[in-house]
């Protein structure tokens, strides 16, 4: 019942823009955390942002300076502006998100399909 859709992936030249969106739909009483996680072929799963529910932000250094990671208020929705992209960042964006979605107040993490990011050269 609960979803992560994403949007805003596609193919884009380097130096250029995306922006990326993620949101999270279901029956849904509290939100922890949402971020960013990309997977590059032959390489592992790797963060790029997060956010929690205070506001605080996490970025790997390969993305710092050059991505900006935000939510919505209310916290239901994820962005992630890319900018100054290379070819280093080709890969699939997956959304991430701790999510509370029981009574019992326990929290649960949630990943999204993907959305392919490409940079040409």
């Known amino acids: 019942q609960v979803q992560l859709v994403e949007s805003g992936g596609g193919l884009v030249q380097a130096g250029g823009s995306l922006r990326l969106s993620c949101a999270a739909s279901?029956?849904?009483?509290?939100?922890?955390?949402m971020g960013w996680y990309r997977q590059a072929p032959g390489k592992q799963r790797e963060l790029v942002a997060t956010?929690?529910?205070?506001?605080?932000?996490n970025y790997a250094d390969s993305v710092k300076g050059r991505f900006t990671i935000s939510s919505s208020s209310g916290k239901s929705m994820v962005y992630l502006q890319m900018n100054s992209l290379n070819a280093e960042d080709t890969a699939v964006y997956y959304c991430?998100?701790?999510?509370?979605?029981?009574?019992?107040?326990?929290?649960?993490?949630?990943w999204g399909q993907g959305t392919q990011v490409t940079v040409s050269s």
């Open positions: 991430y998100a701790e999510l509370v979605v029981g009574f019992s107040g326990d929290s649960y993490d949630y």
């Open positions: 279901g029956i849904i009483l509290g939100i922890n955390a």
């Open positions: 956010i929690t529910s205070g506001g605080v932000t």
